[in-house]
Every structure is written in structure tokens, then in C-alpha cells.
T-cell receptor
């Protein structure tokens, strides 16, 4: 079965550079979430989209932006990168109204800022 | 106040033994869902088991079962016959609100690092 696809899996950037992470949700899933997980920490919710509209916003810095496109894929854009942005970035998808509301996670994109 | 509390930062368990990972939660919602996820060292987040607040029976999925004690607000994960491949971080998470809502943001615990010894 198709899972959530994230790209790139690994990314190395310098301070003040920009980075874009992509997420392709499971087909027919209408909700996409972005999470940031620092080393040794639990995932922190950044932002979510339902039917291409932003549905909730968490601890996403102003330097970050995200959107969901007409094909339901989502992109997380990060600018003016800081050392503290080094983390594992997860995308997850779900189907609104599904019985359990389970979030299906991608394998994550590991961003390292030097 | 912490909404999800996992009191065991780390655990060592002998292979083939059963292990219980603790999770307590705090919510005033009547409808909520509880999840356990496994995160191996490779980093991916793997769904293990789900318990809805209105489910009367404890959830089970293969070697995983969830010991749901609603009055005590606890949702412990039990892994029977542990295997070396079970070594990973385990996160307890909660979704508040009705499942029909479109926003399924999860609230996460700090995780428990489980190491299975051969």
C-alpha cells in the first residue's frame, strides 16, 4: 500500500540558506500535518492543512511557510535557516472523518544546518 | 500541565519477556483517542495501536495491547514476548475532540526508550 512520501530524506544546508521539504500524502487523504522533532525530543506540531486550506498552526516560526497544492502534496519552505532548525521533519496525512483519526507518517526529512 | 506523561525515560528488558510502557493523560474532553507510535533509530514513526475513549474493550494488535483504564486516565502499552527488533523509542499520543473533526493534531508524550537485551 502507498505510504506518505517525503523528500528529500536528508538535507544539509548552511546558516541563512533556504530549504524546501516536500510531502506526498497517502492517496485520498485530505489532511496533511508537519511536525518538527529535535534530537531526543518528541515531535512538535508545526502546521496542518485540510483540503488545501490551513487548518491549524502550531509552533511554526515566521521564517517557515507551508502550503498544500491542488494535488494534495504539501511543501514546507524554510528560510534564513538557523542552527536550531536542525531536526527531523515529519509529514503525516490522515483522512478526515476516518474512524480512528490515525496519522500516517512519512519516514521524515533530516535537515542539518551547518 | 503535561497532557501526556510517560514516566519511564528508558527501560531495559530481557528478550522474550513482556514489557509495559506507562502513559497517563489529562483531558477534559469526553471524546478522545489514544495512540502509541514506535520510532526506531532509523527515525520513521510507526503506528502501533489505537484506543478510542468510548471503546469498552482494550485494543490489541498482534503482540501489542493497550491497557486502557479510563478512570485512572492511563493507557499503558503492553508488548508480549519482546524481540530485539522492539528496541526503539515509544511515544504515547492523544487526539482530543470528536473523530469527525477535520483536525487530528496529536499531543505527544516525551517518549520511552526501550532496549531489549539478548
Amino acid at each position: 500500500a502507498a505510504g506518505v512520501i517525503q523528500s528529500p530524506r536528508h538535507l544539509i544546508k548552511e546558516k541563512r540558506e533556504t530549504a524546501t521539504l516536500k510531502c506526498y500524502p497517502i492517496p485520498r487523504h485530505d489532511t496533511v500535518y508537519w511536525y518538527q522533532q529535535g534530537p531526543g525530543q518528541d515531535p512538535q506540531f508545526l502546521i496542518s492543512f485540510y483540503e488545501k486550506m490551513q487548518s491549524d498552526k502550531g509552533s511554526i516560526p515566521d521564517r517557515f511557510s507551508a502550503q498544500q497544492f491542488s494535488d494534495y502534496h504539501s511543501e514546507l519552505n524554510m528560510s534564513s535557516l538557523e542552527l536550531g532548525d536542525s531536526a527531523l521533519y515529519f509529514c503525516a496525512s490522515s483522512l478526515a472523518g476516518a474512524n480512528t483519526g490515525e496519522l500516517f507518517f512519512g519516514e521524515g526529512s533530516r535537515l542539518t544546518v551547518l | 500541565a503535561q497532557k501526556i506523561t510517560q514516566t519511564q525515560p528508558g527501560m531495559f528488558v530481557q528478550e522474550k519477556e513482556a514489557v509495559t510502557l506507562d502513559c497517563t493523560y489529562d483531558t477534559s474532553d469526553q471524546s478522545y483517542g489514544l495512540f502509541w507510535y514506535k520510532q526506531p533509530s532509523s527515525g520513521e514513526m510507526i503506528f502501533l495501536i489505537y484506543q478510542g475513549s468510548y471503546d469498552e474493550q482494550n485494543a490489541t494488535e498482534g503482540r501489542y495491547s493497550l491497557n486502557f483504564q479510563k478512570a485512572r486516565k492511563s493507557a499503558n502499552l503492553v508488548i508480549s514476548a519482546s524481540q530485539l527488533g522492539d528496541s526503539a523509542m515509544y511515544f504515547c499520543a492523544m487526539r482530543e475532540g470528536r473523530w469527525v473533526d477535520s483536525n487530528y493534531q496529536l499531543i505527544w508524550g516525551a517518549g520511552t526508550k526501550l532496549i531489549i537485551k539478548p
